[in-house]
């Protein structure tokens, strides 16, 4: 049975999942990917402040297909989580509760979400018409000269996800395998 | 010499794009049918549901399966005997990628090395060409995403390492690239040839074989489901959570190479396993 969590996520929610759990997360999330990622931390070198206000909110590794007649958004899956490493830290210490996407992270990564009480969910790759039905509004609200891998506010209902790091540092993506290895 | 009108590749090749995106074939529909009931972990099943379920709503909805509607790659056989009128062959396939992306609303991801900026309309394309005798055109196309492409690789082996040197450093290669690519995977091995030619036959594996299609070489289809077996007792599981069911299959393709070489490339492929056939 999922749980039903709604952003922005405070600490007691945060706290309450675990990994493995299944999540149906409802409100406000905001797309980014490679290139917004590097955008907002040359801003942040700057002394800039960030178009979006990440406190107690969920960024989506994704960069939507277009939107076709009629929907507010096209096909929209997760991006492989990895890449966004060197800069997720910074933005968890910024008041990010939590990362969406696919694959697994580095240890500075998961060492900020135990620090920040954050988590990180597992969006499954490849299946990205069945959550467009789940995005209710979709609108670009930075960085519009990226295209698809610009910031994108989603409001999302029932967004179906796994927990797969949890804000005790627990990982998934290392539990998982080592209790399936048959080798 | 027969022609074929530039506007019928163009129309060909955009509708291609578009099929591709949003219908699974059959082959790897049954295949991810087969692993949903072969899971064993409860995650692991859930995600493997999530996915059938997803090709569904993707058929019902005109909808690509994945947003990531990748690198347009074709592979296209062109025959002696016919030209294309009106403009040339690549111009056409271009022209048609680009329509197909525009009006099957697929996301362009085609951007420049250094400065990441994208090339709007999601060419050029990435095109094969092979010049065989008639006068057909056969096209193929295999969209790609960036999150199991960016898990491939050449590795240009000693002679000595023979198949035991290649099959560890396959199943290393599967087990550490987890839950990056999409799993449950379709693993393609080009093995000799050299440098280009074995990640080409890597590519051309995953195309042009239906899961469960074995190389007719008796040597090769068993070195095929040893692999197979191997990376299925990884435990990586759909989408890298852990299960039973992270290879979905494995095809090698061979070709002789160099007295001083063994070529060997892994090309991984996620489950959204696209793929377009065409003759003109």
Request: aromatic share 6%.
């Amino acid at each position: 049975m999922a749980k039903k969590i709604t952003t922005p996520l405070t600490d007691d929610v945060i706290m309450s999942l675990e990994i493995g759990d299944e999540v149906e997360l409802s409100g406000i999330i905001y797309t980014a990917r490679d290139s917004a990622h590097k955008r907002m931390i040359e801003m942040l070198d700057r002394g800039e402040e960030l178009p979006i206000d990440l406190k107690g909110q969920a960024i989506y590794y994704a960069g939507p297909a277009p939107a076709p007649p009629g929907k507010p958004i096209g096909s929209v899956g997760p991006t492989t989580s990895g890449r966004m490493d060197a800069y997720a830290p910074r933005l968890y210490d910024l008041g990010l509760k939590a990362t969406i996407g696919k694959g697994p992270r580095a240890k500075p990564v998961i060492d900020a979400m135990v620090r920040n009480k954050a988590i990180y969910l597992t969006a499954i790759g490849g299946v990205a018409a069945l959550p467009a039905l789940r995005v209710k509004e979709a609108k670009v609200v930075a960085f519009e000269d990226m295209g698809p891998e610009a910031i994108t506010m989603l409001v999302v209902e029932d967004f179906p996800l796994i927990v797969s790091i949890d804000a005790y540092g627990r990982d998934l993506h290392v539990e998982g395998p080592n209790r399936w290895k048959k080798i | 010499m027969r022609e074929i009108k530039y506007e019928d590749v163009v129309n060909t090749v955009a509708d291609m794009c578009i099929e591709a995106c949003v219908f699974l074939k059959d082959d790897m529909k049954e295949a991810l049918r087969k692993a949903y009931e072969k899971e064993e972990s409860e995650t692991g099943k859930k995600i493997m549901g999530q996915i059938l379920k997803n090709l569904e709503v993707a058929e019902a909805e005109r909808m690509p399966i994945c947003q990531d509607t990748g690198l347009a790659v074709f592979f296209v056989e062109v025959g002696e005997e016919v030209k294309v009128s009106g403009g040339g062959l690549t111009a056409a396939i271009n022209e048609g990628v680009r329509k197909g992306y525009k009006e099957g609303y697929l996301r362009k991801s085609v951007c420049d090395p250094i400065t990441r900026k994208n090339t709007g309309d999601n060419t050029p394309a990435i095109i094969h060409y092979t010049l065989v005798p008639g006068d057909k055109l056969k096209l193929a196309i295999a969209p790609k995403g960036g999150g199991s492409e960016n898990m491939s690789t050449v590795k240009m082996f000693p002679p000595s390492a023979g198949w035991e040197g290649m099959k560890k450093f396959a199943i290393e290669w599967i087990a550490q690239s987890g839950g990056n690519p999409c799993p449950p995977t379709v693993v393609g091995i080009g093995i000799g040839g050299n440098f280009e030619l074995a990640a080409i036959n890597a590519k051309r594996a995953i195309v042009f074989r239906n899961i469960g299609q074995r190389n007719p070489d008796p040597f090769w289809a068993e070195k095929e489901l040893e692999i197979l077996e191997e990376a299925n007792k990884l435990g990586i599981g759909p989408m890298g959570l852990g299960g039973t069911v992270t290879v979905l299959d494995v095809f090698i393709e061979v070709a002789p190479c160099h007295i001083a070489s063994l070529p060997f490339a892994i090309n991984t492929q996620c489950h959204a396993n696209r793929h377009a056939f065409r003759e003109i």
